[in-house]
């Protein structure tokens, strides 16, 4: 069940990233086909996330530091680019058009998904 609620948290993280950063967006004709492709994309991320960012706060550890965490801001925007990738060889209608948008968006998805682990207990 908690796993659900987050990915339903960072659901509406990506919903409302679409909705604010230009340059991310989802092309879907119907609400249905939007909201599967946001549930969709949130998986594929949280899946991403998983898999790959152990591996680079390892690798990375030394540029963390340096940076004082700022670093974390160009690893989850490179994140959500790949998922913006792999998305497309899915078909997905989920579009990340560059880097800046991909780090714009990590940030409001970081935040948004914070806000909502808050107020919703996770």
């Not at 948008?101 to 998904?113: F, H, K």
Request: glycine share 10%; net charge positive; charged share 10%.
């Amino acid at each position: 069940m908690r796993a659900l609620l987050k990915i339903l948290i960072v659901g509406a993280a990506l919903w409302v990233t679409t909705l604010v950063v230009d340059g991310i967006y989802v092309q879907a004709d119907s609400l249905i086909e939007r909201l599967l492709t946001i549930v969709c994309v949130a998986l594929i991320f949280g899946i991403v996330n998983v898999v790959l960012k152990p591996i680079i706060h390892v690798l990375g550890c030394a540029f963390y530091v340096l940076t004082l965490g700022l670093f974390a801001l160009v690893v989850n925007g490179g994140l959500l680019l790949l998922t913006g990738w792999l998305s497309g060889l899915l078909r997905l209608s989920f579009h990340v058009d560059g880097f800046w948008p991909a780090v714009w968006g990590a940030l409001i998805i970081s935040v948004v998904s914070w806000l909502l682990g808050l107020f919703l207990r996770v």
